[in-house]
């Protein structure tokens, strides 16, 4: 047998190939035509569809247009008008920069463009199936209008990977729904087959943009997220924990205005959610990420929704903090701003606020003495910011309520508690440095099979809070030492109640989340509703709250702190 | 009822009886005072259902009776009084008058039988303590008793009274302080009293009185010529507090309390707010302190001391420690240690007193 032949591929054919990179479908084609329109300075874009694609494709805009001369070089091979060498890469601030889509397109469909670089005199370009372009004069207003007809129709092996027109239109409006997303400022309006589906007016900022794609009432309940960490900024809208799950998922990422992918910068997202919704439901996130250009590898896949990090740890670790930070304020919970909600408003006059005694529900019995001055106990030293705390009411043994200039704002005793005792025992557990008081009296604990089956399963987690624990012969526990979190805390009632809500949660054990676990725990715990607190208990809560990460949810997700705006009560009461 | 009354001795009688008045109640005549006439004078008793505190005062009477006064009102009345004799009249059941100088008062109180009587206790029985005895004991032992609700026993004072000497003893299970006086006793008895009667008792009868204490079915009567007191029983047994004792501590240190103290509350800033936890070091001649938290940073420090035994590194929560060292009598103290994860002991060194006073503390498990 003679040794094949190495030819050259005729430019159609390798026009062919390439476009398989870019254009896999008709979502493909409106997204590279949007984005060049884009390019082009366009503040409005309309865009037709019919037949999910296949039968016509057609984008117009009112950008810089092209003249006479350039608008054939366009539909060449590496024609691009965008970089002129490689360095440019470095940073390319527009869409397009390979100059492989038209040729692409065109060797697919019967392309047509028509352009004018200024009112009246344009250009028509026509080019069936990558043929030569044929050219004339055509006069229109300022900008372009590329269609694309019989997507695929020379491409048969392509055309049989297609959808239907109802999946391929899909597809489109997600396309479409990217770009809305990253280019708010641009008015986009979108039919498909004859009927308007997009009327998308220019929009200042991303909730308003959200709000005119899926409602107002959607965009009225995310979250802000505005964090900067270095050189990285990290802006957008995030699912309030309590929502998670309720409506559909939407993720949308960008860097520096481009819409990527990156199922690492999603995780760290989801991360700053850990325990403040419940497993198995994932928040929605639309995530603006700014980092200087020289961080940021864009050139990784043709289709560009891929991208390199210089430094991903330290950018998912931005991630993580700005969401966790958004969460952490009040509007995860009820009325918007980005002040945390034990934060008095700096308007306010120095509120009554109390020197905390530290001690009382978060330390171990700082020996109240009961009959000697206790002058002596240690003065804590204090590096994090000073919270103030204002004065607080306990409503029906469950409740601390405070005024704010803005609002009422209640917090739930039980839940708050459980966030900071959650967040301890996870801290400890980590690092693996869990205290733990030996007792003088050992406690032993007759368990139940199941209990015992669920001991079994969850005794390094166990330990790991700082139980000391023996089993002897599955049904008895002696315990030796215990956790100390708080002075009211019972530790046997603890481990047992842990053990009993443990039997119930299979899988929470035999899975080894630990999370979870220690969330049982933390919630086995916490004082309880329906306990009465002191005035120096409710401070202590408070100001171990106001240190949490997450302060305003609770380790299933719920509210731990809710506000009452003023408007609203002064509405109520006729003064509004 | 009607008597006369000097300011005086109306402001000491209440200043016994108030602190008995709880300041929140469900019962409102708990709320109130009762005021009885004697033949002495007149009795103020106030109660709150657990302890009840009853005091006599010296007052001229014009008829006897009895009836019951709203506390917080009388008292403040009282404060603010002229010098001058005081007269105090109730018409009916509820009506008060109260006259001095110039000033005149009107309260509404309440009838008498409202008021919860006291526990039926028969001093005939009684045993006969030196309250200076009493004190002493109160004072070491009960602020270790538990103020968690989970085991009630161990939110009491055990009270141990034998033919030669009495000893208390009180616990949270994490710390024990054990006190005995040689004194001439009684029949064997053991009492579990709530550390607030203690309290009560400790504040009203003067060191040098002699006491009468008596048991009724479950309360306890302590009785002086003038006060009595009755408290609640917790019912027993007290854990076997004998058996946790350590006996077979084979390490031995002696400090100097002021110095120890100083370098516990330096190690304590740095210390952790929930678990006070500090590492100590003991070896031949020196006492190496360490503390980590995270988040927060480390401290170490070093103090002289005299050891015998292997070196022994044990974690504390250095809060307990520092509570302890407050009720240590002598400049001296010694501890005693077996193993990182047993009980050690603290106790006075070189105490001249008859007294045997000891405490003993379990240690925090130490990370490495
Ligand atoms: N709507 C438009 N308005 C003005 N010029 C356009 C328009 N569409 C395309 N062009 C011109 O045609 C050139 C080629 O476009 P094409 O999409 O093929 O390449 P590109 O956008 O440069 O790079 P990429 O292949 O990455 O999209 C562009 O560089 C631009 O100069
Ligand atoms: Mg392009």
């Known amino acids: 047998m003679s040794a094949p032949r190495i030819a050259v591929l005729p430019g159609a054919v390798a026009d062919q190939i390439a476009a398989g990179e870019v254009i896999e479908r008709p979502a493909s084609v409106v997204k590279e035509l949007v984005e060049n329109a884009l390019d082009a300075g366009a503040t409005a874009i309309h865009v037709d569809v019919m037949e999910g694609g296949r039968a016509l494709i057609r984008v117009s805009d009112d950008g810089s247009g092209m003249d006479a001369v350039n608008a054939p070089v366009a539909i060449a091979r590496h024609a691009t008008s965008k970089i002129r060498a490689a360095a440019d890469l470095v940073g390319v601030a527009s869409y397009g920069f390979r100059g492989e889509a038209l040729p692409a397109i065109a060797s697919v469909s019967r392309l047509a463009i028509e352009t004018a670089p200024a009112h009246g005199a344009g250009t028509r370009v026509v080019v069936h199936a990558g043929a030569p372009a044929v050219v004339t004069e055509a006069a229109r207003r300022q900008g372009t209008t590329v269609t694309v007809e019989s997507l695929f129709a020379n491409a048969p092996a392509r055309q049989r990977f297609l959808k239907g027109a109802r999946a391929e239109w899909r597809a489109i409006i997600d396309a479409l729904t990217i770009v809305a997303l990253i280019r708010r400022d641009v008015r986009l309006t979108v039919t498909h087959d004859g009927k308007e589906q997009l009327a998308l007016p220019t929009a200042s900022g991303l909730r308003e943009r959200v709000g005119a794609l899926w409602g107002h009432t959607v965009a009225e309940r995310l979250v802000a997220v505005d964090d900067v960490a270095g050189p990285i900024r990290v802006a957008g809208l995030v699912e309030r924990p309590a929502d998670v799950g309720t409506a559909s998922r939407r993720v949308f990422l960008s860097v520096n205005g481009r819409a990527i992918r990156d199922a690492g910068i999603v995780r760290a997202a989801e991360a700053a959610y850990r325990s403040a919704i419940p497993s198995g439901v994932r928040p929605s996130l639309l995530l603006d990420i700014t980092l200087p250009v020289a961080d940021v590898d864009v050139n990784v896949h043709p289709a560009k929704t891929e991208v390199r990090f210089a430094d991903r740890w330290t950018l998912e670790r931005a991630v993580e903090r700005a969401v966790r930070r958004a969460l952490g304020t009040e509007d995860a919970e009820a009325s918007l701003g980005a002040r945390s909600w034990w934060q008095a408003p700096a308007a306010t006059p120095a509120p009554l606020g109390r020197e905390v005694e530290p001690s009382a529900l978060i330390e171990t019995p700082a020996p109240t003495p009961l009959f000697a001055q206790s002058d002596d106990a240690p003065t804590p030293v204090d590096g994090e910011p000073e919270i103030v705390v204002p004065p607080l009411v306990q409503l029906r043994r469950t409740f601390l309520m405070f005024e704010r200039d803005d609002a009422v704002v209640l917090i739930d005793q039980h839940s708050a508690h459980e966030r900071v005792l959650y967040e301890r025992f996870l801290g400890e557990f980590e690092r693996g440095d869990a205290a733990s008081q030996a007792l003088l009296f050992p406690l032993t604990l007759h368990l139940s099979p199941a209990e015992a089956e669920a001991f079994e399963q969850a005794a390094a987690f166990i330990r790991g809070v700082g139980y000391q624990v023996e089993s002897f012969g599955g049904s008895a526990l002696l315990v030796h030492a215990v956790p100390t979190p708080h002075p009211r805390f019972d530790a046997e009632r603890c481990l047992r109640e842990t053990l009993a809500a443990l039997t119930g949660d299979r899988a929470a054990a035999s899975h080894g989340k630990h999370e979870r676990l220690i969330a049982t725990m933390a919630c086995k715990a916490a004082i309880k509703a329906g306990e009465a607190l002191r005035v120096d208990e409710m401070n202590a809560l408070f100001v171990a709250l106001a240190r949490t990460t997450l302060p305003a949810h609770d380790v299933h997700g719920r509210a731990t702190v809710v506000q009452l705006g003023w408007d609203e009560i002064e509405r109520r009461f006729g003064r509004r | ?368």
């Not at chain 2, 001093?123 to 070491?140: T, Y």
């Not at chain 2, 060292?325 to 240690?337: A, G, K, Q, S």
């Open chain 2, 1 to 368: 009822m009607r008597f006369t009354i000097s300011r005086e001795k109306l402001q000491e009688g209440l200043a016994a009886v108030s602190p008995a008045v709880p300041s929140k109640t469900t019962l409102p005549v708990l709320a109130n005072l009762l005021v009885q006439t004697t033949d002495r004078g007149i009795r103020i008793s106030g109660t709150d259902l657990d302890i009840a505190v009853s005091t006599e005062v010296a007052a001229e009477i014009d008829t006897p009776g009895a009836i019951t006064i709203p506390a917080r009102k009388l008292s403040e009345i009282a404060r603010e009084l002229p010098a001058a004799p005081v007269k105090l009249s109730s018409s009916g059941d509820q009506r008060v008058t109260l006259e001095c100088g110039r000033s005149k008062f009107k309260l509404l109180g309440l009838p008498k039988s409202e008021f919860p009587s006291f526990p039926a206790i028969q001093f005939d029985k009684a045993v006969r303590i030196p309250s200076g005895e009493l004190q002493k004991l109160i004072h070491h032992t009960s602020f270790a008793a538990s103020t968690e609700e989970s085991r009630p026993i161990l939110n009491g004072v055990l009270w141990e009274i034998r033919s030669d000497l009495m000893r208390m003893v009180a616990t949270n299970g994490h710390r024990l302080a054990k006190m005995e006086v040689p004194v001439k006793g009684g029949k064997q008895t053991d009492l579990i009293i709530p550390p607030k009667a203690l309290e009560q008792i400790r504040r009203l009868f003067p060191a040098e009185e002699e006491l009468e204490v008596a048991q009724g079915e479950n309360h306890l009567g302590f009785r002086s010529p003038f006060t009595s007191v009755y408290t609640r029983l917790i019912e027993g047994p007290y854990p076997g507090y004998d058996q946790v004792i350590p006996k077979d501590n084979d390490k031995v240190a002696l400090l100097d309390k002021a110095a120890f103290i100083s370098a516990l509350k330096r190690m304590s800033v740095v210390a952790s707010d929930q678990t006070h936890r500090i590492r100590l070091s003991f070896n031949a001649g020196m006492l190496k302190f360490a503390v980590s938290t995270p988040d927060l940073g480390e401290a170490q420090d070093e103090l002289p001391i005299r050891y015998t035994g292997d070196p022994i590194e044990i974690g504390f929560n250095a809060a307990y420690l520092l509570e302890i060292l407050r009720y240590l009598p002598t400049d001296e103290v010694r501890m005693t240690f077996r193993a990182p994860e047993r009980a050690s002991t603290v106790e006075p060194e070189g105490w001249t007193d008859p007294s045997k006073y000891l405490t003993l503390l379990m240690p925090l498990r130490l990370v490495d």
